[in-house]
Nanobody, 124 residues
Framework: QVQLVESGGGLVQAGGSLRLSCAASGRTFSNYVMGWFRQAPGKERDCVASISSKGGFTLYSDSVKGRFTISRDNAKNTVYLQMNSLKPEDTADYYC?????????????????WGQGTQVTVSS
């Protein structure tokens, strides 16, 4: 059974930084894509970033490009999202997810397993 557990969310002032972590278990972590998505109140869930199974390819949404960095440590079965220069519009619940492909993707349909989410609030 695949399990994903996010941590690292919280309250931060605009311009600050946070690092989210997602610990995975239940299958061979290094074989599969990992992604971060977010959902703000009243809005749809959107892709933030994705990383291929071995970490060689990443994708970012235009809204976070240059500010956020996705990475993974396959020895620790963990994916990270480093968030810098945070803005109030980054406020959302952040979810990590994994699918059955090794390729990076920002299509939510490619992801079969989802974590419970961690809340990020950026104050102005």
């Amino acid at each position: 059974q695949v399990q994903l557990v996010e941590s690292g969310g919280g309250l931060v002032q605009a311009g600050g930084s946070l690092r989210l972590s997602c610990a995975a278990s239940g299958r061979t972590f290094s074989n599969y894509v990992m992604g971060w998505f977010r959902q703000a109140p009243g809005k749809e869930r959107d892709c933030v970033a994705s990383i291929s199974s071995k970490g060689g390819f990443t994708l970012y949404s235009d809204s976070v490009k240059g500010r956020f960095t996705i990475s993974r440590d396959n020895a620790k079965n963990t994916v990270y999202l480093q968030m810098n220069s945070l803005k109030p519009e980054d406020t959302a619940d952040y979810y990590c997810a994994t699918g059955d492909s090794p390729r990076s993707s920002c299509s939510s349909g490619e992801y079969r397993y989802w974590g419970q989410g961690t809340q990020v609030t950026v104050s102005s």
